[in-house]
């Protein structure tokens, strides 16, 4: 894939840049600011943006702005957003404003490389990657809380998968289950959950982190 | 000597203009209270003459004022001008028995001037042969009486000064709510001087500690799932060498946040420290007679490493020259650099260092002119 960099940190970068180039990804741009990154997006639109957050001027949510303006004017660019902590307004925020192709990740989550490269595909094959940390969060303190008290142990961890955005035949890997087994509990969530079953993997993770972000 | 004479002479011009003031005040206070007596049993709308008299009252008193700051020594500068009339007209109606008192003094000076100066011409004049005791004693008693007037023009001017105090100056309770009103804006500055620190540290691990981590992470990952051993080999001798950058970088934030060295060696060893960490020359002097108080200590230390940071930073300054000192009362810290100048005395640092020194009811001055040099100067009570 194409990957542009946006982080203000040089040392992130070049670190990033190498590991991507390791894995046969084409880094395009690297660059240090949220202005910088729009004008690289402008020139030659990447597959992916990995995004940080904090960018200067003002080190708040520079990145997150960006991120949402490349999803609004670069459909075919997918984001993936790098946080230092779980901010449940930014992943509200992406996934209100895409429906696909977008990722939230802790920053610290680019340590464990396969899950970090596995989100990267996801993202930039229009899929979604959400931080286990950030579903797990939002599983935690959804206001609505009840419909979630009547899933089994299971489930649960069946819809944490799926809301980080893992498809039916990963989570059954995942959890040494068949597919067929997963899609069962996957009805049943949806079912508990009053969900209506619709069609695109993206769009039920959205529904449900919707359902439980907002 | 010189000076001091000037100065005798100066007060004396003043309490001279006192006591000519006094006729007018004596005028005004006796026209004054006529007019309240005649009218006081009016009601409100036939007495609006009062207003004028007031403000009359309230001009002649700002006259006085302004004549004592011009004319006297201390300081009557810090009094405000009068702000409500009462008082003011109180003012004028007491102030002339010291006006008056005043014109006595001097009177008495040139009475006592007159008779000194028969020690010049006394001999030629009086007939010494009849009065043979005329002449030394009534010189003599002249100059006693010159000398005593001459403390007492001092006497009168500082009467004069408080009396003026004593209407107009601020009541107890108005200095003490200026206190309050000073303590809740350094302490308000104070915290806000700690949220901005607790801001940079935030950053300073995230910026600095945790992206090292994080860089060495991928090292590491990297490394795991390398192809051959050479090249794993090659992203593990880079992991271990981004790891003691990482101690590195852990240890600088540390010391940011608080430098161990001013609880076990002080300031000196402390600002020692600033020198070695900076990028280019720091000339140190350290001469402290004691020992100043832990908090002047460390706020001394901060101020200085802010300066040295931002001459390092912006000024383009060749050298530094920090210097500590015991000043009386006070623990005196000035940071010179040979740099450009323009340094913004309310930018974020300079601003959080000035609230912190605001809070030990210290002052801290920048006089960074265009051009240069800039000097930071901060002056810490240690009482």
Same mark, same amino acid.
């Given at each position: ?20 180039? !390791? ?9 240090? !600011? ?41 459909? @075919? ?46 993202? @930039? ?65 949806? !079912? ?23 | ?75 009557? %500068? ?86 003026? =105090? ?55 990952? =990297? ?143 920048? %006089? ?16």
């Amino acid at each position: 894939m194409r990957v542009i960099l946006a982080d203000d940190s040089t040392l992130l970068r070049e670190g990033l840049a190498r590991l991507l180039v !390791d894995e046969g990804h084409e880094v395009t741009a690297a660059v240090g !600011d949220a202005e910088a990154l729009l004008e690289a997006i402008a020139t030659d639109p990447p597959d992916i943006a990995v995004v940080d957050v904090r960018m200067p001027p003002t080190h708040t949510d520079e990145g997150l702005r960006a991120a949402l303006e490349i999803r609004e004017k670069w459909p @075919g660019t997918g984001v993936l957003v790098l946080s230092q902590y779980v901010e449940r307004r930014y992943a509200t925020e992406l996934l209100t404003t895409a429906t696909e192709g977008v990722g939230y990740l802790l920053k610290d989550r680019v340590v464990q490389v396969d899950e970090f490269l596995d989100a990267l595909d996801r993202v @930039g094959s229009a899929g979604t990657a959400f931080d286990p940390e950030v579903v797990r969060q939002l599983l935690t303190f959804s206001s609505k809380v009840d419909p979630l008290q009547r899933l089994t142990d299971r489930e649960r961890e069946v819809i944490a998968r799926m809301a980080q955005g893992h498809t039916n035949a990963a989570i059954a890997g995942q959890l040494n289950v068949s597919q067929s087994a997963v899609e069962k509990y996957v009805n049943s969530i949806f !079912d508990k959950l009053e969900l209506t079953d619709t069609t695109g993997y993206s769009r039920r993770v959205l529904a449900i982190l919707r359902f439980l972000g907002t | 000597m010189r000076n001091l004479l000037a100065r005798r002479l100066r007060v004396a011009a003043g309490v001279l203009l006192g006591s000519l003031s006094a006729v007018a005040e004596l005028a005004m206070t006796l026209a004054s209270g006529l007019w309240l007596l005649v009218t006081l049993g009016w009601s409100a709308d036939d007495r609006r003459g009062e207003t004028r008299i007031l403000a009359a009252a309230r001009w002649w008193a700002e006259l006085q004022r302004r004549r004592m700051a011009r004319w006297y020594d201390t300081g009557t %500068a810090d009094l405000a001008a009068p702000l409500t009339g009462m008082p003011a007209l109180s003012y004028v109606a007491t102030r002339w028995t010291v006006g008056l008192l005043g014109g006595v003094v001097l009177l008495a000076a040139v009475i006592g001037a007159g008779y000194a100066s028969l020690l010049v011409w006394g001999w030629f004049l009086v007939d010494l042969d009849r009065w043979p005791l005329a002449v030394a004693p009534a010189a003599f008693g002249g100059l006693f009486l010159l000398f005593l007037c001459v403390q007492g023009v001092q006497a009168v001017a500082l009467m004069d000064e408080q009396l003026i =105090r004593h209407f107009l100056g601020p009541s107890d309770r108005q200095t003490l709510e200026r206190r309050i009103g000073e303590l809740a804006r350094s302490r308000a500055g104070v915290v806000e001087a700690v949220h901005d620190e607790r801001r940079r540290i935030e950053r300073d691990l995230h910026d600095g500690v945790q992206q090292r981590l994080v860089a060495l992470g991928m090292l590491l990952g =990297r490394a795991r799932r390398a192809p051959d051993p050479e090249k794993s080999s090659e992203l593990l001798r880079q992991a271990h060498e981004a790891s003691q950058q990482a101690l590195v970088e852990l240890r600088d934030v540390a010391w940011r946040v608080y430098p161990a060295a001013l609880d076990e060696g002080g300031l000196a060893a402390a600002l020692e420290t600033v020198a070695e960490r900076a990028a280019i020359p720091v000339r140190l002097s350290c001469e402290l007679r004691d020992t100043p108080p832990p908090t002047a200590q460390a706020v001394a230390y901060f101020v200085a490493a802010e300066a040295v940071t931002n001459a390092v930073k912006h000024s383009g300054a060749e050298q530094v020259t920090v210097r500590a000192e015991r000043a009386g009362e006070l623990l005196r810290l000035r940071v010179e650099d040979d740099g450009r100048g323009g340094a913004d005395a309310s930018g974020s640092g300079l601003l959080g260092l000035s609230r912190r020194v605001a809070a030990l009811d210290g002052t801290l001055s920048v %006089a960074s002119p265009a051009g240069g040099p800039t000097v930071i100067t901060a002056e810490l009570p240690c009482a």
